[in-house]
């Protein structure tokens, strides 16, 4: 397959992956916007304002607010998050459905790392909500080869030192060590730093990927 035509294939999973958050964000009742996430101290709306920053920013504004935090990206991006947060839901659901015409991808990540970003975050919501959204195979298996890479595991810092973990529902599996299973999204999540809520994952190691009473997802309204 040419390179090309891999990146039509992706452009058409981000655009789909974002039309779907748009549709399942635009379903929320207002109180779920103020629920806590998998993203620790990020509230619905601020994991949605960092999502669709991207499409909301030009270059110029987005270069100058890096800049007003020192070039730190992740002291802009949690600044900036906070901030937009505070728009009205249906600005930000727009926003999300605007972000499927788009072919703008975060600086130097490429489609992948792109979709990755987009279904990470959309599962930091859907999961903290206890929303039962899959993400389809094709765009999971994009996600899964992305966040395994040696670059991105380093990254994210997860505990993975002898833990297998083994996807229930798609022939994939990483690492070597001690099984521990769930749903390939679920997985996903526990390589990029996730802490899951109590029962999505099985084998003797589980607890260690998952939240304790301390790692509670509180409603931050």
Known sequence: MTASRIDTQLRSMIAAERQELAAVLGGLPDQSWNAGTLCAGWRVREVVAHMTMLYRYSTARFLAELARSGGRFHRMADRLARQDGAAAPR???????????????????????????????????SVGLGLDRRVSEDRLRVVLDTVTKPKALKSFGAQLDGVELRAEDLDWSYGCGTPVSGAAQDLALVICGRRLPAGRLHGELSARFTADASDALPDLG
Not at 102 to 108: C, D, I, L, Q
């Open 91 to 125: 600005e930000l659901v727009s926003a999300m459905a605007e972000g499927g015409l788009s072919a703008r991808t975060p600086p130097g990540v490429g489609f992948e790392g792109a979709l990755t970003h987009d279904v990470i975050h959309g599962l930091d919501v």
